[in-house]
């Protein structure tokens, strides 16, 4: 897969991510991380141009009341947890 290196002083981090419906300049992703960094997946997707909408501190132009991150599934250990996506998502 492509690679990119956002800092040569910083952590290796792996995301997925997987674009799951685009209303216009808005894209609803399904994004998996491996690594678990601080902020992963806001410096992620800022550094390809794509910050969270909301996500105004991370470079998000648009605004929102929220920023529009949600956890929907956690594996941890041998623990799942799952939590229903907000209606903002859905009705996205």
Sequence with gaps: GAKSVI???GKEALT???PIGIIGRRSKLKIIIQTGRTHQIRIH???????ILGD???GAQMRSKR???HSKKIKLFDY???SKEPK???DF
Excluded: N
């Design 7 to 9: 800092s040569k002083d």
């Design 16 to 18: 997925e991510i997987e």
């Design 45 to 51: 997707l800022k550094s390809i141009g794509h910050p």
């Design 56 to 58: 105004e501190l991370y």
């Design 67 to 69: 920023v529009m991150l």
């Design 80 to 82: 799942e947890f799952e």
């Design 88 to 90: 903002e998502f859905i």
